[in-house]
Structure formats: structure tokens, C-alpha cells
């Protein structure tokens, strides 16, 4: 497996697998690897001739007040996973090759942006589809893999390959849990042992939101009144969001159908923790 620092380096490597006819796949990530990430290597390696990996902790899409510095790092354990999952190259840049002192460019989407995460993050998904714009320019990839955790990142990518036309195929991966049905983050490793149990409040409240869209039930606001009675019930948990919002806008829905999503951030401690899942989707099992 190679590592690459500059952006000539990570061209000059693609170009000679593209001479060569070979499929590439990227898996945009910022790091602190766990099985989740492990799973987007896996789909691109088993989709993909090629597979190159980022990691690279987005200084734009961080707010002013959020762990841009605490990120957790660990890169020697990044490359490891990655070399054990297939992945052929490693685009590690510093700061300074992404972004030029006097760098006033950004990629920006109106709308699916406002809703969910971005409502409380306000320039996050602008410095989300910067840097994934830098990356698909660097690479041309033939896929992009991203995980379904984030859901509302993946519509807004989704979205932002289609209206910018990208030639690129957006695959999302199902989101990766621990046993216990916690949702694998690298934001998990600030809980402590009492946060950690409290934190399974989320996944619990994802099944119960799941039984009910099972269900004959269409109401969003009874769907949420019941998932938020269950999310009261951890006092460890202050709630940001719970919602559902149509899968391709974004949007508030008040009926819900296949293919919506209900998703939710919760703060455990100052822990920003977030989880979905999709309408109708027959790839959700959270454990209980
Ligand atoms: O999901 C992430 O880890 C990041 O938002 C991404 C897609 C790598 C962009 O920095």
C-alpha cells in the first residue's frame, strides 16, 4: 500500500492505473478507522480494481465551537486497517495542500442543508462538498463510497455529483454497529464506561422508530412523539433532533412513506452522537 501527501502524487498514481484500463474507487474518510470505514474499503476493493482511501480531518466543515482540535488521530492504526482491507493508496495531505492561504472557493447547497444536522452546523455541509468536490477532481473515481450513518451527507453528495455532474457512481454502505446495536463512530471513543451504556439509547429509540413505520402507522408526528417519550426516558440525554424528512429534499414530511428518513442527533455528555434509519429499508437490523 502507498501513502501519498500531495495531490500531483495521488494524479500521477491514478493516471498510470486509468493508462492502464483499471477501475477506481474512493473512500473519502477523515480517520480514526473503525469497521464502519472498514466496510466502504471492502465494497470499493470488492467493487473497484483500485481502491484509494483519504484520510484527512476537514478543517472547513468544522464550526468555530466544535472538536476540530480533540478530532481523535491515530494514523500509523489507520494504515494498518487499511493494508489489512485492500486498499492500494493512502491520500494523507496537510492542511496547507488542501487549502492555499488565500483559498475562497467552496462548493455550497441550498436547501437539503438546512433541515437535520445542517440546522445546528451551519457551514459543515459546505465544507462537506468542498472538499469532496478536491477529491473527486483529484481522482476521477469511477465509484465514491460513503456510509449510510451520515445519511443526510450522503443525499447532499448525492445530490451535489448530479447537479454538478460528476461522472462519478455514489454508493452508500449500511451502517456498521457495535453488538450492542451503538452505531460505530469514531466520536465514540469520548464516551466514558456511564455515557457508553446511556449512548444505547439512541439504537434502542431507532428500533422502536422502526417497529412503528413497520407498522401501519404514517404520522410523523406520532412516530416522533413516541420516539422522543423513549429518548426522555435516558437522563443523560438532551436531544438536538429527531425527525423525518423526505430521502431525497430533506424536508419535513408529515405523512411518511418508503424510502424517508427518520433520523436523530443526541448529545450524551458533550458527546454529539448521531443515527438513522430509512423507511421501509430492509437492510436495518439494530440490535436491541
Ligand atoms: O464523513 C466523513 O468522515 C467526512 O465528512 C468526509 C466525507 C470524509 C468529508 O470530510
Redesign the pocket.
Known sequence: MKVVNTIADLRAQVKEWKAEGLTVGLC???GYLHEGHASLMDASVAACDRTVA?V?V?PI?FGPTEDLATYPRDFDHDCKLLEEHGVDLVFHPEDSEMYADDFCTFVDINTLSDTLCGASRPIHFRG?CT??TKLFNAVNPDKAF??KK?AQ?LAIIRRMTRDLNFDVEIVGCPIVREADGLAKSSRNTYLSPEERKAALILSRTIRLGQDIAGGCERSSAKLLAAMRANLATEPLADVEYVEVVDGLSMQPVEQYKDGDLVAMAVRIGTTRLIDNFTVGDPAIDVAL
Open positions: 473519502p474518510t477523515m483519504s484527512f476537514n466543515q462537506v472538499v469532496i460513503f456510509g451520515d451527507q
